[in-house]
């Protein structure tokens, strides 16, 4: 152990240290730096790399090669010289909770249901791929024994068995491990092999928010927070709920049965607004004449069916009958006709007035954008 040079790996809690720089190269306007000892976390295990400053210079980055750690500065130092070393705290312990917090429901869903975490990823949530499918009633359980562990205050231990050691010992790991092997146990949890920092006892974690689940190749995909990130997002949801609840004049914690019942009326009104303009352009089909060779009718935001519908109406009038219903700028289009073959005029509708869609001979449908006289001319043009 006294050989060790990686800092954060002997102490996650070091905030600051003090090293002597053994290089540093230029490398696109940045500068790599190695250090005789760090306590800044590389990147890697899918934690992110740790930031903070080496004397006035800006670490923007960490990274492990073959000749070392490489703190990316943006300033050269000095080969020889001492820095005082600062880590990002807030950063370093936001990772520390969230990494925490993963071990643990990967552990517990590995203890449920055998399957390995096979993908882990830090970004704005926490992603973690499994080997195999879970339910919703799962990964629900799983939530609730997570916390269960971090209400106990596990302590979450560091362990670095010997060769002999390991492999009497059953933990997960990712891949075969050789040399000194760093294990993280938290009882009832996790046994896990692990590279990355960590709190001391689950009661820092604070709170663990599982947020998603989707299928992803053989298994599923699961979204999550820990600690302050957590905290944030609930805080945020409550929030926004909050102002749901207001606006509905509903109790906080029965606003989905408030909202199913808007959605409801809401539905109610459309088929009603529907079944009414329908009447109306039934109506209004006594203002055409029939026997005419093309009629083209602006309607304001009709549905597609309505579209359709109206369409094959106007076309008892006339040998074409175009329908474009929207506003000024984005129209939906339904053209029908008995004399034109209107698949092939469906491309040159289309770049005349910048839009999609398409058909048969007899009908074509899509979206164009454009005002409304330019329309009318490019169709009368294009249709005869």
Same mark, same amino acid.
């Given at each position: 152990?006294?050989?060790?040079?990686?800092?954060?790996?002997?102490?996650?809690?070091?905030?600051?240290?003090?090293?002597? #720089?053994?290089?540093?190269?230029?490398?696109?306007?940045?500068?790599? #730096?190695?250090?005789?000892?760090?306590?800044?976390?590389?990147?890697?295990?899918?934690?992110?790399? $740790?930031?903070?400053?080496?004397?006035?210079?800006?670490?923007?980055?960490?990274?492990?090669? =073959?000749?070392?750690?490489?703190?990316?500065?943006?300033?050269?130092?000095?080969?020889?010289?001492?820095?005082?070393?600062?880590?990002?705290?807030?950063?370093?312990?936001?990772?520390?909770?969230?990494? +925490?917090?993963?071990?643990? #429901?990967?552990?517990?869903?590995?203890?449920?249901?055998?399957? $390995?975490?096979?993908?882990?990823?830090?970004?704005?949530?926490?992603?973690?791929?499994?080997?195999?499918?879970?339910?919703?009633?799962?990964?629900?359980?799983?939530?609730?024994?997570?916390?269960?562990? #971090?209400?106990?205050?596990?302590?979450?231990?560091? !362990?670095?068995? +010997?060769?002999?050691?390991?492999?009497?010992?059953?933990?997960?790991? %990712?891949?075969?491990?050789?040399?000194?092997?760093?294990?993280?146990?938290?009882? $009832?949890?996790? !046994?896990?092999?692990?590279?990355?920092?960590?709190?001391?006892?689950?009661?820092?974690?604070?709170?663990?928010?599982?947020?998603?689940?989707?299928?992803?190749?053989?298994?599923?995909?699961?979204?999550? !927070?820990?600690?302050?990130?957590?905290?944030?997002?609930?805080?945020?949801?409550?929030?926004?709920?909050?102002?749901?609840?207001?606006?509905?004049?509903?109790?906080? !914690?029965?606003?989905?049965?408030?909202?199913?019942?808007?959605?409801?009326?809401?539905?109610?009104?459309?088929?009603?607004?529907?079944?009414?303009?329908?009447?109306?352009?039934?109506?209004?089909?006594?203002?055409?004449?029939?026997?005419?060779?093309?009629?083209?009718?602006?309607?304001? $935001?009709?549905?597609?069916?309505?579209?359709?519908?109206?369409?094959?109406?106007?076309?008892?009038?006339?040998?074409?009958?175009?329908?474009?219903?929207?506003?000024?700028?984005?129209?939906?289009?339904?053209?029908?006709?008995?004399?034109?073959?209107? %698949?092939? %005029?469906?491309?040159?509708?289309?770049?005349?007035?910048?839009?999609?869609?398409?058909?048969? =001979?007899?009908?074509?449908?899509?979206?164009? =954008?454009?005002?409304?006289?330019?329309?009318?001319?490019?169709?009368?043009?294009?249709?005869?």
């Amino acid at each position: 152990m006294a050989d060790f040079k990686e800092l954060y790996d002997l102490d996650p809690y070091r905030k600051e240290f003090d090293a002597a #720089v053994v290089s540093c190269t230029e490398h696109h306007g940045t500068y790599e #730096v190695i250090l005789d000892q760090t306590a800044f976390y590389p990147e890697g295990g899918g934690q992110p790399a $740790d930031h903070g400053t080496l004397n006035n210079v800006n670490v923007l980055d960490v990274h492990e090669k =073959a000749q070392g750690i490489i703190h990316t500065c943006d300033a050269p130092l000095t080969p020889g010289e001492k820095v005082h070393g600062t880590i990002d705290w807030d950063r370093r312990f936001d990772f520390m909770q969230n990494h +925490s917090g993963e071990h643990i #429901v990967s552990g517990l869903i590995h203890k449920m249901t055998g399957f $390995d975490n096979v993908g882990f990823h830090m970004g704005e949530v926490i992603q973690i791929d499994f080997s195999g499918p879970l339910t919703e009633d799962q990964m629900r359980e799983i939530e609730i024994q997570a916390n269960r562990i #971090v209400m106990r205050n596990e302590p979450v231990k560091a !362990l670095f068995p +010997s060769s002999e050691e390991l492999e009497t010992i059953d933990f997960r790991s %990712k891949k075969e491990l050789s040399g000194i092997v760093r294990l993280i146990e938290i009882e $009832d949890a996790d !046994l896990c092999a692990c590279c990355g920092t960590h709190v001391r006892n689950t009661g820092e974690i604070g709170l663990i928010k599982l947020l998603s689940m989707q299928k992803h190749k053989k298994g599923v995909r699961i979204e999550m !927070l820990s600690g302050m990130r957590a905290f944030r997002y609930v805080q945020k949801a409550m929030s926004e709920n909050h102002k749901v609840s207001v606006a509905l004049s509903a109790k906080e !914690l029965e606003t989905s049965d408030a909202v199913n019942a808007l959605l409801k009326t809401s539905e109610l009104k459309d088929v009603r607004i529907r079944e009414v303009s329908e009447s109306l352009l039934k109506y209004r089909l006594n203002e055409y004449e029939s026997g005419q060779k093309l009629i083209i009718d602006f309607e304001d $935001d009709l549905d597609r069916n309505v579209l359709r519908r109206h369409g094959n109406d106007l076309a008892e009038k006339a040998e074409t009958a175009a329908v474009i219903s929207g506003d000024e700028t984005k129209w939906n289009y339904f053209i029908i006709s008995k004399t034109v073959n209107l %698949k092939d %005029k469906a491309k040159l509708i289309n770049e005349a007035l910048n839009g999609r869609g398409g058909g048969s =001979a007899e009908m074509i449908q899509g979206s164009f =954008a454009g005002e409304k006289e330019k329309i009318e001319t490019e169709l009368k043009r294009i249709l005869g």
